[in-house]
């Protein structure tokens, strides 16, 4: 009898071992943030061919899967992998090949940084970007007198952290052909006594014609940007304005297998862009998602280019402009109305926005689910908020933390009620795209995250938080960089939360950015990222 038993037992054993199914991975031991509809945590979940196939406690998934690969998650918290809803992916990979100016105090310090680059380069045309004359001392615009004496052959050509405004060097002028006479519309040349300073605003740096990459950087730049977002947690990036050649090569890269990172491509607006994508339609591939035009209405604030119904409160009769016309502003969005494509336009002063929603709501009448984006809403006029209900936000909590120091003083007490309000963008169409806009700003995805909750800079500043009452709810923050963000690309169905038959598409934190001091967010590490269930990083 006890042989029996024992045989029964054994055999018992076999059988269910039999009936354990075969995944690739298996996680256990997690705090996981599943980001579903009941925003549930769980956890373990499974993983098979590159999607999540079962997600529940630690004994329901041992008890039913099997699998070689077993990651003890130690009690870390794990959420869906991060996407970046407005950023410059193959941008950040080529400023790797370029000066970095992010963080100078000073024009000396600009310069100094120049001239290190030169002497271990010794490029023939010198690019760079990121400085920022609202963290020097001299909150001025920079003249290029210096760097004409110091580069006197060499043509330089530096862009301003926003990329809305350029710094360069006569060579560069006299290489461009722009003379005291040159004009341009949506744009300025900025002149001092009669003379070119060679600061450029917006359309007027069109004139400047860097040297083209070639393709062997063009790839180093996208491996680059890859590892830098892998590294802080993105799985996916909404580049904000590619090319088709550039477009083409990141899809034959990832085709390939050299290029891993998850691409939603807004095709940059100009003719040759539209002719070739409108007609051809929505292209989707596992990695790359093709359906959208990036349209710039204004410039920025920061460079007094941001387009704006008043005067700037520092700087009297002056009220930036439109970078495209209103007429072709509309013509394009009636082009891309009868299209599949989804319209994200750059709109940072409350005419810019103005302008823009009313386009919106006009071509769209009769249009429905199309999930046209306002890239930014930076600045909007208490008035205008409504005309947000059909239109979707996309927008950069860190905007708000850098500019917090100087904002109020272009657009006054009462315009800055509308200002970076991204709780009352929320309350209108209900979910919020958030992005960082690098490399403008930071890449870490964790920076959004404080900046949009806790609503103070890396510094601590201010010390009771920026306009708290547009601080997101950490819930809604995390929302707004993982389901909503996919909502944005029209992805849902397919990654953006932890749930059965979506992209296995996750990350590892070392703390839990949902119940840690606020103070403590931007310490937080990215353990590991998984993209179809594997590591890569």
């Known amino acids: 009898m006890k042989k029996t038993l024992l045989s029964l037992l054994a055999f018992s054993f076999l059988f269910s071992c039999k009936q354990k199914e075969k995944v690739d991975t298996i996680v256990i031991n997690s705090n996981t943030y599943t980001v579903n509809f009941n925003f549930d945590t769980s956890e373990s979940f499974a993983i098979k061919d590159g999607k999540f196939i079962a997600i529940g406690n630690n004994k329901e998934i041992q008890e039913k899967y099997t699998a070689l690969n077993i990651i003890d998650a130690k009690n870390k918290p794990i959420y869906p992998g991060f996407i970046d809803a407005h950023c410059h992916f193959y941008g950040l990979g080529l400023q790797q090949q370029k ?124 491996k680059d940007a890859e590892k ?35 691409v939603y491509a807004m095709i940059s607006n100009n003719q040759k862009n539209l002719d070739y994508y409108l007609n051809k339609g929505v292209i989707k591939t596992d990695r790359l998602n093709v359906r959208s035009v990036k349209v710039y209405a204004d410039g920025a604030l920061g460079s007094r280019g941001a387009a704006l119904k008043d005067e700037y409160s520092d700087k009297k009769g002056h009220f930036g402009a439109l970078v495209n016309s209103y007429k072709n502003l509309q013509k394009v969005a009636k082009r891309i109305a009868d299209s599949e494509y989804q319209m994200n336009t750059h709109a940072i002063g409350d005419s810019a926005n103005y302008v823009m929603l009313k386009t919106y709501n006009e071509v769209l009448k009769n249009k429905n689910d199309r999930r046209w984006r306002i890239e930014h809403a930076q600045i909007v006029d208490v008035k205008d908020f409504d005309l947000f209900k059909n239109v979707l936000p996309s927008i950069q909590p860190t905007h708000a933390t850098s500019d917090m120091y100087w904002a109020e003083d272009r657009v006054g007490a009462e315009r800055i009620k509308g200002a970076y309000a991204y709780n009352d963008l929320l309350k209108e169409y209900e979910k919020v795209a958030l992005g960082t806009d ?43 960089m993982t389901i909503w963000n996919a909502y944005a690309n029209f992805e849902e169905n397919e990654k953006g939360s932890i749930e059965v038959g979506k992209v296995a598409d996750f990350i590892i934190l070392d703390k839990d950015i949902m119940k840690i001091d606020g103070k403590e967010i931007p310490n937080t590490k990215v353990l590991a990222t998984y993209i179809n269930g594997e590591k890569v990083n």
């Open 99 to 222: 000066v970095d100016l992010v963080g100078t105090e000073s024009y000396d310090e600009v310069l100094q940084r120049l001239i290190d680059f030169q002497k271990e380069k010794n490029t023939s045309y010198i690019t760079g970007r990121g400085w920022d004359q609202n963290d020097w001392e001299v909150k001025e615009f920079p003249t290029k007198e210096k760097l004409d004496s110091i580069f006197p052959n060499t043509p330089v050509a530096i862009r301003r952290i926003d990329g809305h405004a350029m710094l360069v060097n006569q060579a560069a002028i006299d290489l461009a052909g722009i003379t005291l006479d040159s004009k341009i519309n949506g744009g300025e040349f900025i002149k001092k006594d009669g003379k070119l300073t060679g600061v450029l605003i917006d359309n007027a740096m069109n004139f400047i014609n860097n040297p083209k990459p070639s393709k062997k950087e063009q790839i180093q730049a996208l």
């Open 228 to 262: 830098i977002c892998f590294d802080l947690g993105l799985t996916t990036v909404d580049d904000a304005g590619l090319d088709k050649e550039v477009i083409e090569l990141i899809d034959s890269l990832q085709q390939s297998g050299d290029l891993k990172m998850r």
């Open 438 to 480: 690098f490399p403008i700003e930071h890449v870490s995805p964790i920076y959004t995250f404080y900046a949009a909750t806790i609503r103070k800079d890396l510094k601590g500043y201010p010390e009771n938080g920026y306009q708290m009452s547009n601080a997101l709810s950490r819930e809604d923050a995390l929302k707004g």
